[in-house]
Each structure stands twice: as C-alpha cells, then as structure tokens.
C-alpha cells in the first residue's frame, strides 16, 4: 500500500534527541521524558515500525474478540503487516515523520500519580509540541530509570 506524497516538510526537533531516536530505531532502548502542553510524558523511544505494530496488534486482538474478524483481517492487509516486502518500515520510508513513538508511556499527573499505572502503553507524541525533554523514565515514585 503505497502512500501519497508528503507535501509539508516536519519542523525539525532538537538535534540529540533526533540522534536517539535514530538510535531507537537501530534497537536501542532509549527511555525519555517530555514535556507537552498537557504536561510530562515518559517512555522508551521506538520506531514508527513498532508504533504501527504494536497498534495493529492491539486492533486486531479486540476486534477479533468483538466477533469482527473479518474487520481484522482488512486492517492487518491495509497496514502490510503480513505482506513482503512492503513492512511498515518500508511503507513509510522518505515520508516525513511529524511524531515521536514510546513504548511503556506514561503520563505525570502532579505528584507520584502515574497513568496508567502499568507499563505497556504506546504512544505518538507530535514533535513540534515537545517544548523540552530528558533522558531516562520517570517512575510511580519519582527516580529515573534508563
């Protein structure tokens, strides 16, 4: 599935955090915290690939619980998740990324309140929202963890 030309050209991010992002993507695990407007998000840096993924996965795993396997089986042939050689790495590749993607993202909500309260959330996080950031993950009780 082939997409259409990006007309926009991404505002560019801080240049060490696109280095790690660059990172993630080679399989690095790279744990960050960011603020946005809505407030501080913390998680490991991945590829659009696992962001696309993981997020097909999920789809498909709840509607075929739903009875609606048919619909599952159209959105896993639309991402290319089963097809060769089109994977979504490749999908997307020279197509301007407007986000950033976590895995095991959670949001800070004023003192040690994290959501969710486990692990396993993915995330896209637009990068022109991103106003600063840290390396390492903010944890229930406050301490960084890589």
Known sequence: MALPEASATV???DSTLDLLTRFASGGL???VTLA???GLVSGHLIP?????RVTVDLLNDGLAKGGLRELGATLQEIS??????????EMFEGVPDPFLYLEDARYLLGGP????AHVGLVLKVRKSQIAS???GCLTPEGAPRA
């Open 48 to 52: 659009r690939s696992a962001y696309l």
């Open 36 to 38: 946005i407007p809505t």
């Open 133 to 135: 950031w840290s390396l």
């Open 29 to 31: 695990s790279i744990g």
């Open 11 to 13: 505002e560019p991010i």
């Open 113 to 116: 309140t994290m959501v969710p």
């Open 80 to 89: 290319g998740a089963d097809t060769e050689p089109e994977s979504p790495a």
